[in-house]
């Protein structure tokens, strides 16, 4: 076998091996659709009609491996999904660098609330009754990748 022979063969098996990896790490992320509200007047109205609390989550997630690992362990789980369906209106406010990605209303809006807030690490969670009464809050997320913190704020929006 020559040496052209040899390196096709390696790079047809470097490709299918990398084809099996992306598949099957497309495979093991689940799509989960939370119903994520941009707008906390609506989220707010929504919340007061379904007598549920507010959940808002700041992510500046194009930039940052925190945001990236806390979607990952917590928002995209079924645990999460189950708690947020049954008890919980969300609210995603981006800060995204790209300035395409969010409209110019919008950042106003972001900018608001995140001063109403005191929010300034990503990822910040927020917790509020329906008028957006503050319960409770959690600032950043580490690589020990602990949700349990989380999941405690989550008991706390349950119990309101």
């Known amino acids: ?14 490709l299918v091996l990398f084809i099996y990896n992306t598949n099957g790490i497309a495979q093991n992320k689940k799509s989960i ?5 941009t707008d906390f007047a609506k989220a707010k109205k929504l919340a007061s009609s379904e ?6 989550y700041f992510t ?15 928002f995209y789980t079924e645990k999460f999904q ?19 990605a ?12 995140s001063k109403q807030f005191n929010q300034s690490v990503h ?8 008028n957006g009464k503050l319960i409770g ?5 580490n690589y020990l990748r602990d949700t349990s913190k989380h999941y405690a704020l989550l008991d706390r929006a349950i119990e309101n």
């Open 60 to 74: 500046g997630h194009d930039r940052t491996d925190s945001c990236q690992m806390l979607n990952e362990d917590f």
């Open 82 to 100: 189950n708690i947020a369906k049954n008890h919980l209106i969300l609210v995603r406010v981006n800060s995204d660098l790209r300035n395409s």
């Open 1 to 14: 076998m020559n040496n052209k022979n040899k390196m096709n063969k390696i790079v047809y098996i470097l």
């Open 123 to 130: 990822p910040t969670v927020v917790l509020t009754d329906a």
């Open 102 to 113: 969010v409209s110019n209303d919008q950042k106003k809006k972001n900018t608001a609330l």
């Open 51 to 56: 007598n549920k609390g507010i959940l808002i």
């Open 33 to 37: 659709d939370l119903n994520w509200q």
């Open 137 to 141: 809050k959690i600032e950043s997320y």
